[in-house]
């Protein structure tokens, strides 16, 4: 079965992290639409493919699968430019909508994202999120340790993480821990302008009843790990440190305490390039078999809520309430 893949926007994110293992693929069959089309003829040229005039000419072709690849100032347009066709399937990069740039996502990002997911799901219409520290080693290793040991009930988690991290770590909480409800947050005074620069302690509590504490920060050199979290559950607790970096594991009932790391000639540059492969093939694997996403566009929504809690709660100074202020809508 050869798929139809449709790329909207031919930039430096889709030519650098996909486009490159997207083609090495003998099952695809590529198209492109970007705002200037001399991008997506020079895209076209090197990965195959045909570039689309419109989003009409485009959609003709009936792909099996739309990979919105525009800047976050843009994705949300980009959906809606696609929807009246009723596309098969939508996939985005993360963060699903941010109009100020993925390092001050607003309120109104949430907004805008439930819209058009709502709109998507009422057309029947399959989304889909990338977030690829998903596909970490580390990462995929650690889930498969909490569900094969039956490390039981989430009970607390905490982060200290780099703001470039920052949205791939909120998934990854939730990912782990499960979705949030309340959120309270405070964060130091403003910089010079560049609110994004604050440093911020989240307090979250979870539907479960788990609860647990984010902080956010510029302020950790990059060449250090740039997050760490810890995850606990009832009969154990894991932790993990940067892009693919040590993981530490204890089980509680046996007291085994184990430490996992990859060999030393890895880079975590290479690993880090490396998940954005590992997370489209992924997707597209589903494509082809016809099963659900890896990870559904809720995930985008759930952690743009998360943050949208977090901006509100730091401007009123009191706890959030997730669903009553920032409901999913049903999704």
């Known amino acids: 079965m050869t798929m139809k893949i449709a790329v909207i926007g031919t930039g430096g994110v889709a030519e650098r992290n996909y486009l490159p293992c997207i083609a090495e693929r003998d099952d695809v069959e590529l198209s492109y639409l970007n705002r200037t089309r001399s991008k997506a003829e020079a895209v076209a040229e090197q990965f195959g493919g045909r570039v689309a005039a419109d989003a009409a000419d485009l959609m003709a072709d009936e792909p099996d699968a739309c990979l919105i690849f525009t800047r976050e100032m843009d994705r949300v347009d980009a959906a809606k430019a696609l929807l009246p066709f009723r596309p098969k399937r939508l996939f985005f990069e993360k963060p699903l909508a941010a109009r100020h740039g993925q390092a001050n996502v607003v309120e109104e990002d949430f907004f805008d994202a439930r819209e058009m997911l709502q709109a998507a799901h009422g057309a029947g219409v399959e989304t889909a999120m990338v977030f690829n520290y998903r596909f970490f080693e580390q990462t995929r290793l650690a889930r498969a340790i909490v569900e094969r ?87 154990g607790r894991l932790s993990m440190r940067d892009l693919d970096g040590e993981m530490e594991v204890i089980d509680y009932r046996t007291g085994r305490h184990e430490r996992h790391n990859l060999t030393f000639d890895i880079s975590r540059w290479d690993q880090y390039r490396a998940s954005f492969g590992k997370a489209i093939n992924a997707y597209l694997d589903s494509v082809h078999d016809g099963t659900p996403p890896p990870i559904p566009g809720l995930a985008g929504l759930q952690e743009l809520q998360f943050e949208a809690g977090i901006k509100r709660a730091i401007a009123r100074g009191a706890t959030v309430d997730l669903e009553r202020e920032f409901g999913l809508g049903g999704l």
């Not at 988690?157 to 909480?173: A, E, K, P, Q, R």
């Not at 050199?221 to 009832?234: G, R």
């Open 149 to 235: 040991e039956a490390f039981g009930r989430p009970v607390h988690f905490t982060g200290m993480v780099h703001y470039n991290c920052w949205s791939h770590c909120i998934d990854l909480v939730l990912h782990f821990m499960g979705p949030a409800a309340s959120i309270s947050a405070q964060a130091s005074e403003p910089g010079k302008g560049a609110e994004e620069s604050r440093n911020v302690t989240v307090a979250a509590r979870l539907a479960n009843d788990a609860t647990g504490t984010l902080i956010g920060t510029s302020a950790i050199d990059l060449k250090l790990p740039l997050y760490e979290l810890t995850f606990a559950y009832e009969h």
